[in-house]
């Protein structure tokens, strides 16, 4: 009843605040005329929207989830942005999770109120072994000096900071002699050349960093632990991931049809016993996914965990690639075009393509595969061979040291 | 998640009591050495459990307190068959305590069917339906057991105020344990449901060689077999019944499936070769998190089909014939590789893994064949259309 009351408050009081302060024609703040994101994002923040459970301290109103949520809807409605910054702004929620009060002092609001950080962890010989990162910090004075390259950024163009992996102790194991920076991406010596990908999209780039710097009080944890510090980023871009913003709002959502049943109509393949078969075998993979993930949600309800949750990823992979290869069977060779005029083509080998994003992306797979047979059923670990060893004996691609 | 124990079956927490008396049960008399001298034994299967089942009130799960039963649904049903398939306890379960009183529901009211579910429930009579899949494989033009033009639909006539039934029935379960036939027959354009002794004159059965040690298979044929009407039955109603059945059966394979999936596990963990346990080889991990990917799914699977068929939901088709090849072609996958991965061992007639992976080629076809669910699926999403 209280709760209840409290939220029925708290929606005035935001929508209240959001007809005085935005326009959901113009799309921008009250009588500015176009808009401006970080005057905009202040307002915001200031407002006690952008991180509503986070303490007032730190920008926030102390609300739980739910409560929260009611300032998420408002927005939406609004269309305004600036909502649920304490979900998916990864660089504000690693700095306010571990970084001193200092560092928050110093950067959180700039975080809160500008574009959202890249992310600088993978590099060309550091992909599914991410723990052997090669990207060299070094101290001088009270700044560090980085060298190195970090690839499959988003967003590396418009961040002004990035969450950077680097490599500290040469001597000490793989896992031991990594630290964790806030990085400022706008400066000399950072270079960001867009990827190319299969699907024709950009959606990634490489990053060159050559003589960067970053001061010593950037570090985000200890200095040398920055694996850990890792980890709990990493864990919070997972909860991302989890709560589906990810997933592509595509075709399938507008109508109950599968749309492979719509394509296979429109392409006169109903009638042909072996392609119907395999259709429906393709679908069932789709069908399951979410019967898992409903015995996931009612799992995690019940005892505030899933192991189920885990699998996701894996099957993921088997739906969309056997959707993608069944379009291409009812399609027939008509695959070989592609472009505008043939939209069916044009999907189907788009979709081909981007399927890889499930199975690579985030941890290719077979890495999934180890997780979820070491992590979940309990075998146990493969030989590592750079394990306990100095990282600059372990053997690899590169040839700097 | 929701709560609709509250409008089928019986409580959550009395389903959750059931299943822990079973599993007790279970694990207390049913060892693999027991196992093994049940299916070997004439009848195939274990008298001694069934009985101590039907004192406990488990063979009338479906059948209603009245009658003796427990008032439940097919959630129950699907629970119970996890547990029986994960100790490969096979019975009559499935024609006695399953399609038995889901065919006769109709005639509930009825004393002489009302007499059968009594017996049913009390342990006292092993109700074999047979033939009853047949018309609708007719209908739907599949491909399953009965079809082949060698069996068709059973006849009956009468004759001075008596049935007789004439016909063949190619497949049927457990018939040199059954107390009571049911039989679904043809005349005049209607079906009814029919009940006859199995020693009637003109009634002869022979018993067949099956693949899986599990199975009781016979041949029957009906020579002007005296046989008392019960109740008529359409077409949809058998649909109804075989869904049940099939429900049942996709339980007894996610349990199954699971049982096999978790002993394998452990084998994986515990056998050394070049030094080191051989679950730590990636090769082994990756065959094992994508079967972990299917056993998974046969449960979720299952569980959503028989409720959606206990609370008659809309999507009750569609989900019944997407668990009935899920589970078809999950249980014999995951036996097949348990077997790979266990390596010579198991192709030894003394190891476990052979005794799953022959009862999941017969649960590839008992009620059905697993391309003709799919063809189920596919028709009816194309309904959206």
């Known amino acids: 009843m209280n709760d209840s009351n409290n939220r029925n408050a708290l929606r005035e009081e935001v929508e209240a605040w959001?007809?005085?302060?935005?326009?959901?024609?113009?799309?921008?703040?009250?009588?500015?005329?176009?808009?401006?994101?970080?005057?905009?994002?202040?307002?915001?923040?200031?407002?006690?929207?952008?991180?509503?459970?986070?303490?007032?301290?730190?920008?926030?109103?102390?609300?739980?989830?739910?409560?929260?949520?009611?300032?998420?809807?408002?927005?939406?409605?609004?269309?305004?942005?600036?909502?649920?910054?304490?979900?998916?702004?990864?660089?504000?929620?690693?700095?306010?999770?571990?970084?001193?009060?200092?560092?928050?002092?110093?950067l959180l609001y700039e975080l809160l109120t500008g574009p959202i950080c890249c992310l600088l962890y993978s590099e060309p010989n550091a992909g599914s072994d991410l723990a052997g990162v090669r990207t060299k910090a070094v101290l001088d004075g009270d700044e560090y000096l980085v060298n190195g390259q970090?690839?499959?950024?988003?967003?590396?163009?418009?961040?002004?900071?990035?969450?950077?992996?680097?490599?500290?102790?040469?001597?000490?194991?793989?896992?031991?002699?990594?630290?964790?920076?806030i990085f400022p991406m706008k400066q000399e010596g950072v270079e960001v050349l867009p990827i190319n990908q299969i699907t024709g999209e950009s959606e990634f780039s490489e990053v060159f960093i050559t003589d960067a710097k970053v001061p010593a009080r950037f570090i985000i944890g200890e200095l040398d632990s920055g694996w850990s510090s890792f980890q709990t980023a990493i864990a919070s871009e997972r909860l991302i991931m989890g709560q589906g913003v990810t997933e592509r709002i595509g075709r399938s959502a507008q109508s109950k049809v599968p749309p492979l049943v719509d394509l296979a109509k429109r392409n006169n393949k109903l009638s042909d016993p072996v392609l119907r078969q395999e259709l429906a075998q393709t679908l069932s993979y789709r069908h399951l996914n979410s019967l898992n993930m409903n015995r996931a949600k009612a799992e995690f309800v019940q005892k505030g965990a899933s192991s189920l949750m885990m699998l996701g990823k894996l099957a993921m992979s088997r739906v969309q690639h056997g959707e993608a290869k069944t379009a291409g069977n009812i399609i027939g060779h008509r695959v070989l075009l592609d472009g505008d005029s043939y939209p069916d083509s044009q999907n189907g080998n788009f979709d081909a393509a981007k399927a890889y994003m499930n199975s690579i992306g985030g941890g290719t797979d077979q890495i999934q595969k180890n997780i979820i047979s070491e992590r979940l059923l309990g075998l146990p670990k493969d030989q590592e061979l750079d394990k306990n060893i100095p990282f600059s004996e372990v053997k690899s691609n590169s040839t700097e040291s | 998640m929701k709560q609709e124990e509250d409008t089928v079956g019986i409580s959550a927490e009395d389903r959750q009591a059931m299943c822990e008396m079973l599993e007790r049960l279970l694990v207390e008399h049913f060892d693999d050495t027991r196992m093994r001298q049940a299916i070997e034994s004439e009848e195939g299967f274990d008298r001694g459990l069934w009985t101590q089942m039907a004192e406990l009130g488990l063979l009338g799960i479906l059948i209603s307190e009245e009658r003796g039963g427990i008032g439940g649904g097919l959630q129950e049903v699907e629970a119970f068959m996890e547990i029986a398939g994960k100790a490969l306890f096979t019975s009559p379960y499935i024609s006695s305590s399953v399609i038995a009183p889901t065919l006769l529901i109709g005639g509930a009211s009825?004393?002489?069917?009302?007499?059968?579910?009594?017996?049913?429930?009390?342990?006292?009579?092993?109700?074999?339906?047979?033939?009853?899949?047949v018309p609708l494989f007719t209908r739907n033009g599949f491909t399953g057991v009965g079809s082949d033009g060698n069996s068709g639909m059973l006849r009956s006539e009468l004759d001075h105020g008596n049935w007789s039934i004439n016909g063949e029935v190619e497949f049927a379960q457990y018939i040199s344990s059954?107390?009571?036939?049911?039989?679904?027959?043809?005349?005049?354009?209607?079906?009814?449901?029919?009940v006859c002794e199995p020693g009637a004159e003109g009634l002869s059965s022979r018993l067949l060689q099956s693949n899986d040690q599990t199975l009781r298979l016979s041949t029957l044929q009906f020579k002007n077999v005296a046989a008392?009407?019960?109740?008529?039955?359409?077409?949809?109603?058998?649909?109804?019944?075989?869904d049940a059945a099939l429900a049942a059966s996709a339980g007894e394979q996610a349990g199954a499936s699971k049982e096999v999936f978790a002993r394998t596990i452990d084998y994986l963990k515990t056998r050394f070769q070049f030094g080191r346990p051989i679950g730590s080889f990636q090769a082994l991990k990756h065959m094992v998190a994508d079967l972990l990917v299917e056993v998974e799914s046969m449960t979720s699977v299952a569980r959503a089909a028989a409720e959606a068929l206990a609370t008659d939901s809309k999507q009750k088709d569609s989900l019944i014939s997407l668990a009935a090849f899920t589970c078809k072609d999950g249980f014999r996958h995951v036996t097949a590789e348990a077997i790979q991965l266990h390596g010579g061992i198991a192709y030894t007639l003394e190891h476990f893994a052979h005794l799953y992976w022959r009862r999941a080629q017969s649960c590839r076809w008992l009620y059905g064949a697993p391309n003709d669910s799919r063809e189920r699926y596919l028709s009816d999403l194309e309904k959206l259309l």
């Not at chain 1, 499959?152 to 418009?158: F, G, V, Y």
């Not at chain 2, 009825?110 to 899949?133: D, K, R």
């Open chain 1, 150 to 181: 970090k690839v499959w950024t988003s967003n590396a163009q418009e961040a002004e900071y990035g969450m950077l992996l680097t490599r500290t102790d040469w001597q000490a194991p793989k896992h031991k002699g990594m630290t964790f920076f």
């Open chain 2, 110 to 133: 009825e004393e002489p069917v009302q007499n059968l579910l009594g017996e049913i429930a009390a342990g006292e009579s092993i109700v074999v339906p047979t033939g009853f899949e």
């Open chain 2, 228 to 242: 008392q009407q019960l109740i008529e039955v359409n077409l949809d109603h058998l649909q109804v019944t075989l």
């Open chain 2, 178 to 194: 059954a107390d009571k036939l049911l039989l679904v027959a043809e005349h005049a354009e209607k079906l009814h449901v029919y």
């Open chain 1, 18 to 106: 959001l007809d005085q302060n935005w326009d959901s024609e113009k799309l921008c703040e009250k009588g500015a005329g176009t808009y401006d994101e970080k005057s905009w994002l202040s307002k915001v923040v200031d407002a006690g929207y952008a991180v509503p459970s986070w303490p007032k301290e730190w920008y926030g109103r102390g609300l739980n989830g739910r409560d929260g949520s009611v300032i998420e809807k408002a927005f939406m409605a609004r269309k305004a942005q600036g909502w649920g910054r304490d979900r998916f702004h990864l660089g504000a929620i690693t700095i306010y999770k571990l970084g001193s009060k200092e560092l928050k002092d110093e």
